[in-house]
């Protein structure tokens, strides 16, 4: 692969949607450690189970993503099973996610998903509601934010996203600009997560690659 990237720049996000609890437990001997959920639900059963491993196998610096959609009324729930949200969309749900973390005793990382094409389907904040969103973001105390996501519409060629994420990271480049640190760039997925990284994800959120298609 020619992305001239340092593999410690890129940290991988196992997928564990639909994935059942000795997958996961596999994929921890292996050395995984970044787990990624869509759903609030699935994810409570899931680390549930999963503690009872961690505590007897002993690992260390696991991590649990969500990367799906969150409805405002698990903000409470997630802020109490995750390390980051990948999937913050709209200054209610920031401002929800905020209050569920200020009463937890917690500083919430989360990264803002953005919606780069216009299909009614997909979740994320449109690019010209964007800056409004993370200038809200960054007066709120309980929220740290680490960055942005974004999901391209599918296609089966992967060169189709890459406009998309020289998009993504276009947008990040001006809001560094505009003084707003964001660190990481979550994008990239199993079929399209080379061309992610030669555009500068930090995050990719790979599932079927690792466990094999969904049923
Ligand atoms: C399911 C999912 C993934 C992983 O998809 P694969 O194609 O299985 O790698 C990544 N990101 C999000 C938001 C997902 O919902």
Not at 18 to 32: D, M, N, S, Y
Not at 63 to 76: C, R, S, Y
Not at 83 to 100: G, K
Request: some cysteine.
């Amino acid at each position: 692969m020619k992305a001239d990237r340092c593999p410690s720049e890129v940290k991988l996000i196992a997928v564990t949607k639909t994935v059942g609890i000795e997958a996961v437990a596999e994929a921890a001997r292996c050395g995984l450690r970044l787990f990624g959920e869509s759903r609030v639900q699935e994810a409570f059963a899931k680390i549930g189970q999963f503690g009872s491993i961690q505590k007897s196998e002993g690992y260390l610096g696991v991590e649990w993503h969500l990367i799906g959609h969150l409805q405002t009324n698990k903000a409470k729930l997630a802020v109490q099973l995750f390390d980051l949200i990948h999937s913050v969309d709209s200054i209610t749900l920031a401002e929800e996610l905020d209050r569920q973390a200020a009463k937890a005793g917690k500083v919430q990382k989360i990264l803002v998903q953005a919606k780069l094409a216009e299909e009614d389907t997909k979740h994320g904040i449109k690019e010209n509601e964007l800056k409004p969103l993370i200038e809200r973001i960054n007066g709120l105390k309980n929220l740290e934010l680490r960055g942005l996501m974004a999901i391209p519409p599918y296609s089966e060629n992967a060169e189709d996203a890459r406009g998309y994420f020289k998009r993504l990271y276009l947008l990040r480049e001006s809001l560094r600009n505009d003084g707003f640190l964001l660190p990481e760039l979550s994008m990239g997925m199993s079929h399209d997560f080379e061309v992610a990284i030669q555009e500068g994800a930090t995050m990719v959120r790979i599932g079927t690659a690792i466990f094999g298609e969904r049923e």
